[in-house]
């Protein structure tokens, strides 16, 4: 097994702390390595490195591309690229590249997609499910835009819950992370919407790590959580008239409550084992011995040309159109 050399490429402050625990303390967890910090200077040049970098530009920056063909074929960990405009030619000259920055159809075969993650501070270093009464039946933290509105709506009289709206991502109104552990270790479900133009949040994970079961839409028309978190026991509907239904059914029913209850922690429990062990195996060239299915069915979708053309209307041809409008408005 192959020491490393993790090199952060991100910029000091948030950008490297805001998913460095998830990073080293799971992702990692299986790897020898080292960590340095080169606050994107691109100076480091280490041995059996493992680039850590983030951007959701369309281009990366020429001196990026310049900087990792110092390497021969680098392990690259790509942040951040939610939107998923983003000129990847550049991957080639990887061995592997790791997005955990969302899911992307359109990828070459050397490139993995791994859960968002969560925020540091949100990491449960005792994850072992235990029975006890929860306070809210379910809860949701958050701002207010797509669908929310509807899906608060219609779980309001599912009572008692926990609903908290701030004005927007990371704003100065949002609950703190030990408020909101407290309010996730409380709740049975926790109610995981859209993000601004992505299915997948850091609310999962985060709420994962406190025995939450999450519940959420397709995307798509599909589950699309599937590609990045495999066979996994999530509540994932039509719509959230039907997610009510079956969130009602679990509360009206105590003994299959619990047992999706346990089902849900004990998966998560093996899911993050499993994530840090697959990991290891694919940027150690042990691909067979990858047993995440998410992997397999990040692989089968890329002959999908349906499921593409949807893929490209949602992040692309909408997004254009949106511009366009905005700016035909400003105009006139």
């Not at 990887?94 to 075969?109: C, E």
């Not at 809210?136 to 797509?146: E, L, R």
């Not at 999530?234 to 997610?243: D, M, Q």
């Not at 209850?261 to 060239?285: G, H, T």
């Amino acid at each position: 097994m192959k020491f490393r050399n993790v090199i952060y490429q991100t910029k000091k402050g948030s950008a490297t702390e805001f998913e460095f625990e998830f990073i080293d303390k799971v992702l990692f967890s299986q790897i020898p390595h080292k960590n340095f910090f080169d606050n994107n200077k691109l100076l480091l040049k280490l041995e059996n490195p493992i680039i850590v970098y983030s951007t959701d530009s369309f281009f990366i920056e020429e001196r990026f591309k310049k900087y990792i063909r110092n390497f021969e074929k680098p392990v690259l960990l790509h942040l951040s690229n939610e939107s998923q405009w983003h000129a990847s030619a550049y991957y080639k000259q990887a061995q592997v590249v790791i997005r955990t920055a969302s899911w992307n159809i359109f990828t070459n075969n050397n490139v993995y997609t791994f859960p968002l993650g969560f925020q540091s501070g949100y990491l449960n270093t005792n994850l072992q499910f235990t029975e006890k009464k929860r306070k809210f039946n379910w809860c949701f933290c958050g701002q207010i835009k797509s669908d929310r509105k509807e899906m608060l709506k219609t779980f309001g009289d599912i009572l008692p819950n926990f609903s908290f709206q701030n004005e927007g991502w990371l704003s100065t109104d949002s609950l703190s992370t030990p408020q909101l552990i407290e309010i996730y270790k409380e709740s049975i479900f926790a109610l995981c919407p859209l993000g601004n133009i992505n299915f997948e949040c850091f609310r999962t994970m985060e709420v994962l790590e406190y025995g939450c079961i999450p519940v959420t839409t397709e995307f798509l028309n599909r589950d699309c959580y599937k590609y990045i978190y495999g066979d996994h026991p999530f509540i994932v509907a039509k719509s959230w008239k039907e997610a009510k239904l079956e969130v009602i059914n679990l509360i009206n029913d105590n003994e299959a409550l619990k047992k999706k209850q346990k089902e849900v922690s004990d998966w998560y429990f093996n899911f993050r084992i499993e994530l840090a062990k697959d990991l290891n195996y694919i940027i150690n060239n042990n691909i067979k011995a990858v047993t995440g299915k998410q992997f397999i069915y990040q692989k089968e979708v890329r002959s999908d040309i349906l499921f593409k053309f949807k893929f490209i209307h949602h992040f692309f041809i909408k997004r254009v159109i949106h511009k366009f409008k905005k700016y035909i408005t400003s105009k006139y």
